[in-house]
């Protein structure tokens, strides 16, 4: 059976999952049920850009990262989006691939979130964007 590489983007989320837990931090790939507590993080979507020539694979590779908490660990959100955006900036390299993030490619923003009934939450936005080399 032929082993087949990953791609780009499953590459990518990999890397910033295992990224997250290692930073300690409660990670999933969905919105946990309503049990779990704040803060956590979750993968949201990823977006594969990439293009294929005869000789190399290029393109990027854009994946929205969100931490969630409430109205008083306001800090640990901001640290948290933080921490993902200087982990974006500069050369990345993978078991399968390398990368490349510049800081104007990243963005982040923290939100009040009310979609919740009764209950009030930040919304921290991490949008990840990298140059596969």
Same mark, same amino acid.
């Given at each position: #059976?032929?082993?087949?590489?990953?791609?780009?983007?499953?590459?990518?989320? @990999?890397?910033?999952? #295992?990224?997250?837990? !290692?930073?300690?931090?409660?990670?999933?790939?969905?919105?946990?049920?309503? !049990? %779990?507590?704040?803060?956590?993080? %979750?993968?949201?979507?990823?977006? @594969?850009?990439?293009?294929?020539? !005869?000789?190399?694979?290029?393109?990027?590779? %854009?994946?929205?990262?969100?931490?969630? *908490?409430?109205? !008083?660990?306001?800090?640990? =959100?901001?640290? #948290?989006? $933080?921490?993902?955006?200087?982990?974006?900036?500069?050369?990345?390299?993978? $078991?399968?691939?390398?990368?490349?993030?510049?800081?104007?490619?990243?963005?982040?923003?923290?939100? =009040?979130?009310?979609?919740?009934?009764?209950?009030?939450?930040?919304? *921290?936005?991490?949008?990840?964007?990298?140059?596969?080399?």
């Amino acid at each position: #059976m032929k082993v087949i590489r990953k791609s780009p983007a499953q590459d990518v989320y @990999d890397h910033y999952f #295992m990224l997250s837990q !290692k930073l300690g931090y409660d990670t999933y790939d969905y919105l946990p049920p309503d !049990k %779990v507590k704040y803060p956590f993080v %979750v993968m949201s979507s990823v977006e @594969d850009n990439k293009n294929n020539t !005869k000789t190399e694979l290029t393109g990027s590779i %854009v994946l929205t990262i969100d931490c969630w *908490g409430t109205p !008083k660990q306001r800090l640990t =959100i901001n640290e #948290m989006v $933080e921490r993902f955006f200087n982990a974006s900036v500069g050369h990345i390299n993978t $078991e399968n691939y390398s990368y490349y993030g510049q800081a104007q490619q990243q963005s982040t923003r923290i939100l =009040i979130d009310t979609s919740v009934p009764n209950s009030t939450l930040l919304h *921290g936005i991490v949008t990840v964007e990298l140059q596969i080399q």
